[in-house]
């Protein structure tokens, strides 16, 4: 990826000046909030030592009249606004001039960034999969060096390896959580149901009620396909064409077929609706389950009360085996504008987004589960955290994914959930996988 390097080549300019104000932190400032006391510390590039939290305020250099932009998703911005509010006063010695904080959805947060970066924010959150369009459009800065010792040894490792590009790390950790799981009534769907997706699918019909999939969402029905064995894995040589990893076409058609076996059988209990409508569903009584995502957290969770229950999704029988649901999982990252004019501050700014303490509050107050390993332990008993953490390891990384692949993936769902689709027939079957795997790949 000639373009890619040429970037990376770029920015580590970026990078390298900053690492003269990492390489003179000093450790946390006495004033402020107290939690500059709370936090780990770890030696950063050039052996200074940087708190988990708090930089020291002489990393700020010569910016004054600071004036930052933030992009927050929707349910994040008072907490983020708050967070802001605590880091003007912790920093009480440096001239902030204005930190404003936006609502920006994450899906939409690199479209935007790249339609304007003058105008866009200079620090912005958004989800791993984005992170290939922003390096091409080359509005995205490097970590400053200085923090990134520090971020990999208080982080999770594979959000820190999937925000890398060459030597260069390119993102702030933000969650180790961006994925979905099982969510279900416990009074309707036991332990023992959510085992399997015939026990989950059961017991909802014997209830009368509804399980809730997205399946024309390729972010979601690419389960169908992952689980038969067709990973993908990157891109292919031109930077853009999904790579697959080899699999037996033989096994996903069958795998295919057990799946919209299911919907048929479970016709009115396999119900194909977004997300959104689980948390309203358990409401008013109709849903009893529902693959979801943990940015719906505190809806499933105050809508059932007593009777929420979590799990990694369930297997899923193909011939006599039972195959374990495999899913996307990606991680959400706090990133920094290349074009901002105040570097140091935004650098700053969003390694304190992203630190013990931000992070272990929007996991109690947002469900959002941390990147952050000592936020992690925080939150270890939350039982979405829980199911998230043990679908993970049943997940395919959601970074280098073609713009091709989502409307691709959606398209195999929504055929198989069609009402006229036959569920034995293996032979258009395999034709769709075909169709879907050339739509994917541009052939």
């Not at 520090?150 to 999937?162: C, L, M, Q």
């Amino acid at each position: 990826m000639k373009k890619v390097l040429a970037i990376i080549l770029a920015g580590m300019v970026t990078a390298t000046a900053f690492a003269g104000c990492g390489g003179s932190g000093g450790g946390s400032t006495a004033s402020g909030s107290e939690s500059a006391a709370s936090g780990s510390e770890s030696k950063a590039d050039g052996g200074a030592t940087i708190d988990a939290n708090w930089p020291d305020a002489s990393m700020f250099g010569d910016e004054t009249d600071i004036d930052l932009k933030v992009w927050a998703p929707d349910a994040a911005v008072e907490l983020v606004k708050k967070q802001v509010e605590e880091f003007k006063k912790h920093y009480s010695e440096v001239k902030f001039k204005n930190i404003e904080v936006r609502a920006q959805g994450e899906s939409d947060a690199a479209t935007n960034m790249i339609k304007d970066p003058e105008k866009g924010a200079d620090v912005f959150g958004f989800p791993s999969d984005q992170l290939d369009k922003l390096l091409a459009a080359q509005v995205l800065s490097p970590v400053a060096k200085g923090f990134v010792s520090t971020i990999e040894a208080n982080n999770a490792e594979k959000p820190v390896v999937a925000a890398k590009e060459g030597d260069s790390l390119y993102a702030y950790p933000e969650t180790n959580d961006n994925g979905y799981y099982l969510v279900y009534d416990n009074t309707v769907v036991t332990a023992d149901d959510a085992k399997t997706f015939e026990g989950v699918l059961e017991a909802c019909k014997k209830a009368g009620k509804q399980f809730v999939m997205d399946a024309g969402n390729g972010f979601y029905s690419c389960t169908f396909a992952f689980t038969g064995g067709a990973l993908i894995d990157g891109f292919e040589a031109d930077g853009a064409t999904q790579k697959f990893v080899d699999y037996n076409e033989d096994t996903v058609v069958k795998t295919l077929m057990a799946f919209a076996k299911l919907m048929k059988t479970y016709k009115g209990t396999f119900t194909s609706q977004d997300v959104a409508n689980i948390s309203a569903g358990f409401k008013n009584g109709k849903v009893a389950a529902g693959v979801d995502g943990t940015w719906d957290s505190n809806g499933n969770k105050d809508a059932l009360g007593d009777k929420f229950g979590a799990a990694k999704l369930p297997t899923i029988k193909v011939g006599n085996e039972d195959k374990q649901l495999i899913s996307l999982f990606g991680y959400k990252y706090i990133g920094v504008n290349a074009r901002t004019k105040f570097q140091r501050s935004a650098q700053i700014l969003a390694y304190y987004l992203t630190g013990q303490d931000c992070q272990t509050q929007r996991a109690e107050t947002l469900g959002w589960g941390p990147s952050n390993t000592k936020a992690m332990e925080a939150v270890s008993s939350d039982p979405i955290i829980q199911a998230v953490s043990a679908q993970s390891q049943n997940a395919v990384p959601q970074v280098k994914i073609a713009g091709t692949f989502w409307t691709s993936m959606g398209t195999l769902g929504s055929e198989m959930y069609k009402d006229g689709w036959n569920p034995d027939d293996e032979a258009a079957t395999k034709s769709l996988w075909e169709k879907v795997v050339a739509q994917i790949r541009d052939e």
